[in-house]
């Protein structure tokens, strides 16, 4: 009987720009907007997210900041999206610049080979 095989999941680069709105806020003011109105949506609309932030604006002017999202599927996605359109997030706090959304590795899942990747030793 051949393996089950479950979909890779999917990988957001979500490029942002900070607006003005955000930067005027102290850094505590910030975290307390995120935890109180952006997970409580996430929540609210899906499951299986994770997300990780990468602070860019040290090195470029138009993209202040990647957050990576990580869903566990296509509708899990989906369902991040419309939960953060509905929070001050999306075009007052942050401006979307670009997303950037794949599936690791989906070539060698595609044509059935190893992935190739580097390693550290």
């Known amino acids: 009987m051949p393996a ?6 999917v990988t957001a ?8 709105e955000w930067l005027a806020m102290t850094p505590q003011e910030r ?4 935890t109180s109105q952006v997970i409580p949506a996430i929540k609210a609309k899906t ?13 470029s002017t138009r ?5 990576v999202w990580e869903a566990d599927d296509h ?3 989906q369902l991040l ?17 670009d997303l950037l959304v794949g599936a690791e590795n989906g070539y060698a ?7 190739v990747a580097t390693l550290s030793t």
């Open 109 to 115: 899942r595609t044509y059935g080979l190893d992935p």
């Open 13 to 20: 680069f979500m490029l942002i720009k900070t607006r003005p």
């Open 47 to 59: 499951t299986g997210v994770r997300s990780r932030f990468y602070d860019t604006e040290f090195y």
């Open 4 to 9: 089950e095989t479950t979909a890779p999941p």
């Open 81 to 97: 999206i419309d939960a953060l359109r509905e929070t001050p997030f999306w075009d007052r706090y942050f401006e979307v610049v």
């Open 63 to 67: 993209v202040t900041d990647v957050w």
């Open 75 to 77: 509708d899990a996605y």
């Open 31 to 34: 975290v307390n907007a995120f």
